[in-house]
C-alpha cells in the first residue's frame, strides 16, 4: 500500500488539474458561445448564395461553364480544417482520419490543411501539402477563406486540379459535432433541389450573360461555404474541448475520491498499528 505522503501528494496533484480542466471548460464554454453566433450569422448569407446560383442555373437553358462541368478527375485538392491546440477529445482525430479515408479513393492528392493538428497529420504521412494556415483555426476570417478560395479556383481554372473538396467538422449542437466532406468545385448545383423547389420560378434576364454572373457569383459562394466551414469548425472545436474538459474535470474528481479512500484506510492501517506497538510495548515492559 502507498504510503500516507505520497496518496496526499497525489490527492493534491489531481486536485490541482482538476481546477486547471475546470477553467479550460468555462474558457471553451465562453468561446463556443460566441463561434456559434458567428454560425448563425453566417449561415444566412450562404443559403442567398445557394437561391443565386440554382435561379441561375436552373432558369436559364443550355448554361455552360467550367464552375460547374463535370471534366475528367486527374488531380484532387482537399481543404482539411482542424484545429491549431489539442485537449478536444477526438475532434481533430475524426475529422483527419475522415479526409484520409475519402483521399485513399483518389490519385495525384494536393492538401490544403487548416490549423497545426492537421499540418502535422499529413506531414507525418508524407502528403503533398499546397498550404498550409497556421493560427487561425480559433479566430477565422473571411480574408482567410478568401484566400484559400482564391487559391483554389486559381489551381481549378488552370486545371492544375480538376476537383476540391472540403473536409471539416459541422455544427450540430454542443454536444454534437460531425465530421463532413463537401465538394467544392465542380458546383453541384443538384444538391441545390431542395432550395429550388422552395422557391416559386421567376423569369429573370442575365447580363451580360447567365455565364457572366456565374463567372462573378460562384466565387463568392466559395468564398462562402468556406468561411462558413471555417466558422462551424471553430463552434465544433470549443464544443469537443468542453465536452472534453468537462469529462476530464469528472474523471479527476472519481480518482480523488479513490485517493481519499485509499488515503483513510492507509491512515487507519497506520493508526491500528501504532496501538499495536504501544500494547505490545507495554506487554514487555510488565
Sequence with gaps: MASIRNIKRRIKSVHSTSQITKAMKLVATAKMQKARKNVEE????????????????????????????????????????ASDRGLAGGYNANVCKLALQHMEQKQNVKVIVIGRKSRDFFNRRKYSIHDAYIGISENPKYAHAARVGDTVLDLYMKEEIDEVYLVYTAFKSTIQQVPTVKKLLPVDVSEF?????????TLMDYEPSPEGVLEYVIPKYINSVIYGAMVESAASEQGARMTAMDSATENAMDIIDRLTVEYNRARQASITQEITEIVGGSEALK
Excluded: C, D, W
Design 193 to 201: 433541389e431542395e432550395v429550388k423547389e422552395a422557391k416559386k420560378k
Design 42 to 81: 453566417t449561415r444566412p448569407f450562404f443559403l442567398t448564395m445557394q437561391n443565386t446560383i440554382s435561379s441561375i442555373v436552373n432558369g436559364s437553358r443550355g448554361i455552360t461553364h467550367p464552375y460547374i462541368k463535370e471534366r475528367e478527375v486527374k488531380n484532387t485538392m482537399y481543404i482539411v480544417m
